[in-house]
């Protein structure tokens, strides 16, 4: 649907989504959320935007509204959590209103030039209690496959009710409608009467990457357990080599990880006061590529250069262009009080606005910090100063030669 | 521009192809890398260059000539080769390397919807082109490092119009031997383009190695592909070549580029055949190569493969992709081997003598730092 921007036409964006969602069989609830949404952007779209477009998704475990803008240079100011004061005017309190609305925020150029916002919402699954995995599993049988729903489902409940994996293999439900969405892959190894062993799953990580997670291994200490999961990481390279994923990046290893087969590119914080590494597996050969690093990071990222055998430019980024306007988008995780932190765009505010948005999510209890910024895309650097100043620092250096990304992290509530 | 909408131009198989993006040039990667010299050892080339004839030829090639169209098809080097190897000129097709010959069998023989089958740990052009062409690559495991045959035959259906087999493999350096191929030919029984990409034969000692010309003659569905940029150092110049039956030759004529192959290229390539000591050179040197990175893979408890062709690759124990990136900071182009999916190997080409020293040292030292 494209609509004027203005408030002339919010209410008409709220009630179309509103009556889509109730189409679809959306809950209530959230078509409600989602229409108040489309609401607040269309209001606080300056005329300026020109026609704006709406859909809605059905993403399986979330709940997807698109607003798409015909040109790039739109004011998401009022998108910035942090920006929300008294006095400010009601469109930017809108837009914030519809950032706090979302449980996910994304930007993302349109397919025709300009640009498009992502506003996610979780759907909730039913609490359940999974099945146990029988005791006389084994042995593999077969190399690694794609598995069907039936065998997807049973491998997570098995490693949700044994512990094994991580956080990602827990709620089949939520599991199945990921990959069914395209957001999540999975590899799944069998014994000869099919039954799962362990598994390896992959999402998207920034635009070549991918967050690597488990493996979730049901055999039984021994032998087997580490020639599993090796058997499962050589089929899930060699799936995905000779595509358009650049690495494989591993935030929190399960511990049958097999490290040997990865590089560790940094540490990451975590809640109990420790730290963990941040684990990397290059899919492709690395030519070299820039870095556009801020001067305050420069000492930190040419140690990990060089460190990591990197071939980088590394070069000063320019000022940005805009004056004003900065923004950032977060991703929050309330249940693990952890907030991640992207630039949304990029102005000589940049530095403020990073610090504001992590003072503002420090005041609403949030304990754990994470900013990525993308090396390749100079404008990233603006905001690079404002987050050391609120205490993150950097923490590990991803490789990729189109676009390093560089992951800063802090923990706990106050400076 | 209003109104012009890209997405809706290309089609889904191309939107959906990730493209190629080279290596920068050396001086670049030299700079990145912080080394004032890069030995290469990734591109399986020769380290002694073209053999002498071809070396006059380009010594006292008047450069007022660059002014002129070459001859269009290659008329003087399709008579030389079809000479040397008993063919009628008709039979041979040159390409500006042999990624174009590739290209011209799948255009002459592949609609979308319809096949290839190859095997999934091999030359990645056939996977390429098909893929970007609106045709399916099935790929299929290799079974000990090398090309399985029954596993093939089992992946050919009503739809699969060419089996590209790669022998030797890169980059295993696996080999089928005339026998072997005779029978899968037999097998194929002429349900498919059967081609059989001979880029390293000419590194062949073995008599087992398939006379492939002497086969065409009984499977008019064989197609062979050769190259002047490995055995006989012209990779600079851009050409390689296909052989096959009369009929189709023609077939594949009709999808071929005329002119695509330079002038120089065409002159230095026609001098090269078939000097046999230019081979008899090459193949010494690749043998003591061989010899000594054997040992060093000995040395320091690396599993080798690699029998035929001017490479090996080494198992190592770290990430190859990482053992890359530390080979080039100390001045040493190797290939990662995780994109070819045999993750966790190196291939490495049997480069000039000091190159294979300056590898073993600087393999050496990133296995030192774990």
């Not at chain 1, 999540?184 to 099919?194: F, N, T």
Request: charged share 20%.
């Amino acid at each position: 649907m494209l609509l004027p921007p203005g408030p002339g036409f919010a209410a008409v964006g709220a009630e179309f989504i509103r009556g889509v969602a109730a189409a679809t069989g959306i809950a209530p609830r959230l078509g409600d959320r989602l229409a108040l949404i489309a609401e607040e952007v269309l209001a606080a779209s300056p005329p300026s935007a020109g026609q704006v477009s709406l859909a809605l998704r059905d993403r399986r475990h979330a709940l997807r509204l698109e607003l798409g803008f015909a040109t790039a240079d739109v004011d998401l100011a009022g998108l910035d959590q942090a920006r929300r004061q008294d006095g400010e005017d009601t469109a930017d309190v809108g837009l914030y209103l519809a950032a706090r609305l979302a449980d996910r925020l994304t930007t993302e150029p349109g397919v025709q030039g300009g640009l498009l916002l992502g506003f996610d919402l979780a759907r909730a699954y039913p609490a359940r209690v999974a099945e146990a995995p029988p005791q006389a599993l084994g042995p593999v049988h077969g190399v690694p496959l794609e598995p069907d729903d039936a065998t997807l489902a049973l491998l997570v409940d098995w490693a949700e009710a044994s512990g094994a994996g991580g956080p990602v293999f827990r709620t089949a439900a939520r599991v199945l409608d990921q990959r069914a969405a395209g957001e999540l892959a999975a590899l799944v190894a069998l014994d000869a009467r099919r039954r799962p062993l362990g598994g390896l799953f992959w999402q998207p990580f920034g635009r070549r990457l991918m967050a690597l997670s488990g493996p979730a291994l049901l055999l039984p200490e021994g032998a087997g357990r580490a020639a599993l999961a090796t058997g499962l990481l050589d089929a899930a390279l060699g799936r995905l080599a000779r595509g358009s994923i650049q690495g494989l990046v591993v935030l929190e290893a399960a511990p049958d990880m097999p490290a040997e087969a990865f590089e560790v590119v940094g540490h990451l914080p975590d809640a109990a006061g420790g730290q963990h590494p941040v684990l990397f597996r290059a899919l492709e050969e690395d030519p070299g590529g820039i870095a556009w690093v801020p001067a305050a990071l420069r000492p930190w990222v040419t140690e990990q250069v060089r460190r990591l055998g990197l071939g980088r430019d590394i070069e000063e980024p320019p000022p940005p262009a805009r004056a004003t306007g900065a923004a950032m988008a977060a991703e929050t995780d309330r249940a693990a009080g952890r907030v991640t932190l992207r630039p949304l765009l990029a102005a000589a505010d940049a530095a403020a606005v990073a610090a504001g948005n992590v003072a503002l999510f420090r005041g609403q209890g949030f304990s754990q910090f994470r900013a990525v910024l993308d090396l390749g895309r100079p404008e990233h650097a603006a905001f690079a100063e404002g987050l050391v100043q609120a205490g993150l620092a950097p923490a590990a250096l991803i490789p990729d030669a189109a676009g390093d990304l560089l992951l800063l992290a802090a923990t706990g509530t106050s400076r | 521009m209003s109104g012009f909408a890209l997405e809706r131009l290309v089609p889904a198989h191309v939107r959906a192809f990730e493209a190629y993006v080279p290596s920068p040039p050396d001086d670049v990667l030299r700079r990145r890398f912080g080394v004032a010299h890069l030995h290469r050892l990734n591109n399986n080339e020769n380290p002694l260059g073209p053999p002498a004839a071809s070396r006059a030829v380009m010594a006292r090639w008047e450069v007022g000539q660059a002014a002129q169209y070459p001859q269009g098809d290659g008329w003087h080097l399709r008579r030389a080769i079809a000479g040397r190897f008993g063919l009628d000129a008709e039979q041979v097709i040159l390409g500006n390397g042999a990624n174009e010959v590739i290209a011209f069998v799948i255009k002459a023989f592949c609609e979308q919807g319809d096949n290839i089958v190859t095997a999934d740990r091999t030359f990645a052009v056939y996977e390429w082109l098909a893929s970007f062409s609106g045709v399916t690559p099935r790929l299929v495991p290799l079974r000990a490092d090398g090309f399985d045959d029954a596993a093939l035959l089992r992946a050919i259906d009503a739809r699969t119009r060419v089996v590209f087999l790669c022998n030797p493999n890169n980059p295993t350096g696996s080999w089928w031997d005339h026998a072997k191929l005779a029978r899968f030919l037999d097998a194929v029984a002429g349900r498919a383009i059967v081609v059989v990409d001979e880029a390293y034969a000419e590194y062949a000692e073995e008599p087992g190695f398939p006379d492939s010309f002497a086969l065409m003659a009984r499977h008019p569905n064989l197609v062979v592909y050769r190259t002047f940029s490995k055995m006989w150092g012209l990779a600079g110049l851009r050409i390689g070549w296909m052989a096959a039956a009369p009929a189709v030759a023609a077939t594949v004529r009709k999808t071929s580029i005329s002119y695509s192959v330079n002038l120089l290229a065409l002159d230095a390539a026609r001098e090269a055949v078939w000097d046999e000591a230019h081979i008899a050179a090459t193949r010494a040197h690749v043998r003591e190569m061989r010899a000594g990175l054997a040992a060093l893979a000995g040395r320091l408890g690396l599993g080798m493969i690699g029998a035929i062709g001017n490479f090996a690759m080494l198992r190592l124990p770290i990430p190859d992709t990482v053992a890359h990136r530390r080979l080039m900071a100390r001045g040493v182009m190797a290939r990662a081997m995780t994109s070819f999916r045999y993750p966790g190997w190196l291939r490495v080409s049997f480069g000039s003598a000091p190159a294979m020293a300056a590898f073993a040292e600087a393999l050496e030292a990133v296995l030192a730092e774990g």
